[in-house]
């Protein structure tokens, strides 16, 4: 610890509000629903029991209004899209299975009603969808095409004379699978086929199909299986979803961006076929949004757990011959847990900054193509590095924990089998991080996201001959850079906002600038070459992605803290927000330390002070950490950890008390050591 020096007074009502962000109030509504124990899973329930329980819950989250936040006025709602999501992503706190079939059910199944509909299927089936009587599912990802959503199997082919659209699975790999409420509840699928009218593919477009009766009976054509017991989110029931042949009525083709007529004539609102799919998809990115955010709560969670944990154990007489340490006061603990305290907030206060991207863009204030880019690179590099960083907080903080995090009871292990899918539904996060160093490239070649992958390569190929280091402003930061850091530069200066913002920056300028130099063959190549050309520098353009959305978060985190100093109304929150600040960027910068040290951007001499400062950070910070997880905002009946509420203090204090009374005791035994260090006195 930081010993002789006042910890700050921190009032954690402040930070939380930093944290919470503008829809602070649906956050803490759905916190207060949270707490019913009812939405919290029987802890040795069977799995239909555990799924009973979540669907359940779908009822209590419905009746909140919380679903029909994102609806028009006109439609009974409020036309507020990221409040919906924000306080849809604090279901974690009670299940991340609720908050998981609760995303199938409003955000996906209904959200592609909502965003894909006209008005008449609004009509039909969006208030029956939202308010949890029509249960549904989602049917998008098939066996054969998980990520690669374009080129699914499943077709629907439009019969003029019937005008029906038929909907069927030609082979095994073009099932549906891992299909939210499929196993058990939905009676109808949203199901992405490949749309085929008068003999032309018109590419995916999305059909409302029934697959269950009123009885709850699969539906003649259609076969369901159950996919069993998962290594986490035990109250959705998966399943698979295959079609023979069924036939639905030409008007549950959702048609928003494409229609056919009765006669089989098909229009649609956008001329390119891939403009008009990544437009499809985009009306459904709050599916990311909503992961980005819950990945930060899942791992708020662990970090409370973990920090009052360290609080109250004790281990090993370290400092006083009748004391045990407290383990927050160890400094590989404070280094275990301070700088994913940091992230946390840096995640925390960046997906507020997706959440305006994405209330600006379905709201309708923002349309624009550049605000949906923006949107569409965000949901997908936020949602990427925030769900890993959940899995890596939560095995920290279990970690932390030792044996007593292991137990189910403590929570930690079970919300890790739980996030463990996060980092592969709603995208793989390295295709998302991917599609972020396509979007990155277009400072390269604007046309981008309209080529295919041979095509990218060569036409980024022959934009980069135009490019030079200078224009992308590479050479001018690193002048900037050794002008910041010098020979006499002191130890504080490693903790210069200008100082981390200048390295961080140049490191994504420079990777982003690499990578499109090194595909300037590609523009004479054929397509199968440049595609191998693409290929192999795949990895050096998807770390380029990670550093540009760290880059990102640190901006984030470093707005917001500026914003609390310049206030002036809360100096000691604004000074932890600094520190928590220069944690999360010099934690960065010492991760990648060999390449700023490869590349020249930082002396020896300077490299050598970060280790350092981020430990004096980190002890500065753990005075302070009861406070930085109370700002979380979660209280026992969210934690359900019995280890971070009580009973490990318990059992410190009865064992504290107990030797206190042996040693006073004129028959306690001498300790052997002790017995020699006497012999050796006389």
């Known amino acids: 610890m930081n010993r ?39 802890a040795d329930g069977t799995l239909e029991e555990l799924r009973a329980a979540t669907t359940a819950g779908i009822a209590a989250v419905a009746e909140s209004g919380l679903t029909r936040l ?32 609760a995303g199938v059910q409003f955000g996906l199944f ?106 709850g009976s699969v539906v003649d054509g ?44 098909y229009s649609s609102p956008i001329d390119s076929p891939g403009r008009r799919f990544f437009t499809m998809l985009g009306t459904l990115v709050q599916g990311r949004v909503s992961l980005d955010g819950a990945a930060v709560v899942a791992s708020k969670l662990a970090l409370d757990i973990a920090v009052r944990y360290a609080h ?17 006061d160890y400094q590989r603990h404070q280094r275990r847990l301070m700088p994913l305290i940091s992230q946390t907030y840096a995640n925390a206060i960046s997906h507020d900054t997706l959440l305006h991207t994405f209330d600006a863009v379905f709201s309708g204030a923002d349309e624009s193509g550049e605000e949906r880019e923006l949107l569409e690179t965000q949901a997908a590099g936020f949602k990427a590095l925030s769900t890993w960083d959940a899995l890596d907080t939560i095995q ?10 292991y137990m189910d009871e403590n929570r930690l292990v079970g919300l890790y089998g739980d996030m463990d899918v996060y980092v592969t539904f709603e995208g793989d996060n390295t295709v998302l991080l991917q599609l972020v160093g396509k979007r990155l490239l277009t400072d390269y070649a604007k046309e ?18 135009e490019h030079t280091l200078f224009r992308t402003g590479v050479a001018n930061i690193g002048r900037t850079i050794g002008d910041l850091v010098t020979t006499s530069v002191r130890s504080k200066r490693v903790r210069s906002g200008k100082v981390q913002e200048a ?12 990578v499109a130099q090194a595909l300037r063959p590609a523009r004479s190549m054929s397509q199968a070459d440049s595609a191998a050309l693409f290929n192999k520098h795949q990895n050096e353009l998807i770390e380029a992605s990670i550093a540009y959305i760290e880059l990102l978060k640190w901006q984030g985190l470093n707005t917001e803290m500026h914003r609390v100093e310049d206030e002036g109304r809360h100096p000691d929150e604004a000074k932890i927000l600094r520190r928590i600040r220069d944690l999360y960027g010099l934690t960065l910068i010492e991760k990648h330390m060999g390449w700023h040290s490869m590349h020249g951007r930082l002396p020896m001499a300077r490299a050598r002070l970060i280790g350092p400062t981020i430990d004096s950070l980190c002890a500065k910070l753990a005075e302070n950490s009861l406070d930085l997880v109370d700002s979380f905002g979660y209280g026992p009946a969210h934690r359900r950890s019995p280890i971070a509420d009580g009973a490990e203090a318990k059992r410190q204090d009865e064992a504290r008390a107990y030797y206190r009374a042996a040693r006073a005791r004129s028959d306690w035994p001498v300790d052997e050591k002790e017995l020699r260090k006497r012999a050796a006195r006389r």
């Open 222 to 265: 259609i076969t369901i299986e159950d996919d069993g017991k998962k290594g986490g989110l035990l109250g959705v029931d998966n399943g698979r979803i295959a079609f023979d042949q069924v036939r639905v009525p030409r008007g549950n083709l959702l048609t928003r961006y494409g229609a056919v007529t009765a006669d089989g004539e």
């Open 448 to 465: 981008l996201k309209d080529i295919d992958f041979g095509g990218a390569a060569r036409f980024i190929g022959a934009q980069a001959a």
């Open 312 to 328: 109250d154990r004790r281990q090993f007489t370290s400092t006083s011959p009748v004391e045990e340490t407290r383990l927050i």
């Open 503 to 514: 390295l961080l920056s140049d490191r994504v300028e420079t990777m982003v600038a690499s």
């Open 396 to 405: 920290e903080s279990r970690e932390a924990c030792g044996g007593a995090g």
């Open 70 to 101: 994102p609806l028009s006025e006109g439609e009974g709602g409020s036309n507020s899209h990221a409040e919906y999501v924000a306080g849809f992503e604090e279901l974690v706190a009670a299940s991340p299975s609720l908050q998981i079939k």
């Open 4 to 42: 002789g020096k006042t910890p700050l007074t921190i009032d954690a009502t402040v930070l939380r509000d930093v944290l919470d962000g503008e829809w602070a109030e649906a956050r803490r509504r759905m916190r207060d629903l949270t707490e019913d124990p009812s939405l919290h899973l029987p």
């Open 110 to 215: 209904g959200g592609a009603i909502m965003h894909l509909g006209n008005d008449e299927q609004h009509e039909k089936w969006l208030d029956d969808a939202l308010s949890g009587r029509l249960l549904g599912s989602f049917a998008m990802t098939e066996i054969g095409h998980g990520s690669d959503v374009a080129e699914v199997a499943t077709t629907a082919t439009y019969d003029a004379e019937a005008q029906e659209f038929v909907i069927h699975t030609p082979f095994r790999a073009a099932t549906k699978e891992y299909i939210g409420n499929a196993a058990r509840d939905a009676r109808a699928a949203v199901v992405f086929s490949q749309l085929i009218t008068n003999g032309v593919n018109h590419g995916v477009h999305a059909f409302v199909v029934p697959v269950r009766d009123e009885a």
